[in-house]
């Protein structure tokens, strides 16, 4: 199975802050790489696929990059909907697997 | 706007079988990938298996001997059955659709998901 690492578990923000997730595959996955956002009591909402396109209706300040083994999930400038869980999935090989997410804190 | 709602019991006995059924409206079931994902409390999320609207299926090898994914094309539902169960396989229960074009493959819609808890 492809090991899915999200090194930071949680983070600490202000509004308006540029936030940086990260994501690390133990083998390469080319940029089968998707972002979802997750918070409690809700559906996971996905955020970007492909490593860096934006899924419709995500705002702009949301951007994924990234290929092989390192990704990266950028928001841009914090806002208070933005306060949840965020989790990484490789989609390049079955069985697919998520990182173990990335909750980030209102500091 | 495709909805994805799980429903079925929320305790089930040790050993026994746990069975959810997952209703799609405001799309066909045909067309497409169906997965079922859960997460234990207090950890990730650990996608279980998908089926295909052909009735293919495929299924995490942790979970294989165990699992099985079918399709009810007439009902636009898809089910999850997941056997001898234990507290292990206590935990938050979605299905979600996966897309699956070219080099794109991910999930687009997730249902709210509902919590399943095995205890005596």
């Known amino acids: 199975d492809i090991q899915m690492t999200q090194s930071q578990s949680s983070l600490s923000a202000s509004l308006g802050d540029r936030v940086t997730i990260t994501c690390r595959a133990s083998?390469?996955?080319?940029?089968?790489l998707n972002w979802y956002q997750h918070k409690p009591e809700k559906a996971p909402r996905l955020l970007i696929y492909s490593a860096s396109t934006l899924q419709s209706g995500v705002p702009s300040r949301f951007s994924g990059s990234g290929s092989g083994t390192d990704f990266t999930l950028t928001i841009s400038s914090l806002q208070p909907e933005d306060f949840a869980t965020y989790y990484c999935?490789?989609?390049?090989?079955?069985?697919?697997?998520f990182g173990g997410g990335t909750k980030v804190e209102i500091k | 706007q495709v909805q994805l709602q799980e429903s079925g019991p929320g305790l089930v006995r040790p050993s026994e079988t746990l069975s959810l059924t997952c209703t799609v409206s405001g799309g066909s079931i045909a067309n497409d990938y169906w997965s079922w994902i859960r997460q234990p409390p207090g950890k990730g999320l650990e996608w279980i298996g998908y089926?295909?609207?052909?009735?293919?299926?495929g299924y995490n090898p942790s979970l294989a001997s165990r699992v099985t994914i079918s399709v009810d094309m007439s009902k636009n539902q898809f089910s999850l059955k997941l056997s001898s169960v234990t507290a292990a396989d206590t935990a938050v229960y979605y299905c979600a659709r996966r897309v699956v074009v070219v080099t794109r493959d991910y999930f687009d819609y997730w249902g709210q998901g509902t919590l399943v808890t095995v205890s005596s």
């Open positions: 083998q390469t996955i080319s940029t089968y």
């Open positions: 089926v295909y609207h052909s009735g293919t299926t």
């Open positions: 999935q490789q989609s390049y090989i079955i069985p697919l697997t």
